[in-house]
């Protein structure tokens, strides 16, 4: 199968950061609780900023890392569950923002896998010569979706936007496996609560997590997400440069190496910094590691993704 080539990769988080020490002040947690239960330190949040807003500033970006010109791009893909409005698409906010009049636009909602089922849609509009250069960004506002006063769900999620710019390069190598199943251990209620941030209560919707539930699917349907594309690609873990999890929490990854028997260092981590952004997660680990080097041309890197739907998949990718 036809790979990619990634021409640029961008990040954008919200100014504003939420420490844990912040948050203990609003529930009964502390940093030392936080940190143990999911490698968290702090998460970014908007201030303000809709979800097209930190897209538009990942498409400014990746555009001038590419050399680009906005009319270059033949279809912007936005992957998300928080997006603007029902209607228009983050992707043609962005699309008019950014002036790329060459382009058709779509939104993508797979949860915290979004970007990998964004990629794998990608690849198919690259590999069919459909389009040439396919302008790729995960972004959420998560923050705007939290109940501050459930402590087991608050800690977790962070704001945040990743995005890369793909052509096709039949010389690199691409697999994925992608899967889902209807099943609710990630749920968006509907109640009053109290909103540290603002005064006052209101109405809103929240996102609640039913977290050994999703520990057990993480930690088993990743397992065997990456099991089987090593065995249809015919390679083993030595061949890869990093796995790059989604970053939902420390503990599922730690539960992935111990299964696999993969030591943590294969593992790219940068959940410390961010939380769980759904699926700006990858994104924003691949501008990361491309920007201090730890991956280069000809490395072969595997993206793992899980989240509500139940979604789960993989893509090996050449860089």
């Given at each position: ?123 198919k509009y690259l590999a069919s010569g459909m389009c040439r250069r396919v302008m790729l960004i995960g972004a959420e506002v998560l923050t705007k979706y939290i109940d501050w006063t ?56 929240y996102i609640k997590v039913d977290g050994r539930e999703v520990f057990e699917f993480a930690v088993k349907s990743v397992t065997e997400s990456i099991s089987e594309l090593l065995k ?88």
């Open positions: 199968m036809p790979g990619v080539k990634i021409h640029a990769t961008a990040r954008y988080v919200p100014q504003r950061a939420i420490t844990n020490d912040e948050i203990s002040n609003w529930v009964d947690t502390s940093d030392e609780w936080i940190l143990q239960r999911t490698g968290i330190s702090r998460r970014h949040m908007s201030d303000g900023e809709n979800t097209s807003d930190l897209c538009i500033q990942v498409a400014n970006k990746l555009l001038a890392k590419a050399g680009l010109a906005a009319d270059d791009i033949d279809l912007i893909l936005v992957t998300t569950v928080t997006p603007d409005y029902l209607s228009p698409s983050v992707s043609c906010i962005v699309q008019s923002a950014i002036g790329a009049t060459n382009a058709f636009a779509m939104d993508l909602n797979a949860a915290c896998t979004g970007f990998v089922y964004g990629l794998s849609v990608a690849h459930d402590r087991n769900t608050c800690i977790l999620f962070g704001d945040g936007a990743g995005g890369v710019i793909l052509s096709a390069d039949a010389n690199r190598q691409y697999a994925e496996k992608l899967h889902s199943r209807g099943a609710m251990p990630i749920t968006v209620s509907h109640q009053q609560v109290i909103n540290p941030l603002c005064e006052g209560d209101r109405e809103m919707d249809t690609t015919e390679m083993c873990v030595d061949d890869l440069r990093y796995i790059v999890p989604h970053q939902a929490n420390r503990r599922i990854v730690e539960g992935i190496s111990r299964k696999m028997k993969i030591d943590m260092s294969k593992f790219f981590i940068n959940i410390q910094n961010y939380g769980n952004t759904s699926s700006a997660s990858i994104p924003i680990a691949l501008s990361e590691m491309m920007e201090n080097g730890l991956i280069n041309e000809g490395d072969r890197i595997l993206l793992a993704g899980f989240g509500g739907g139940l979604t789960w998949g993989s893509i090996l990718l050449e860089i």
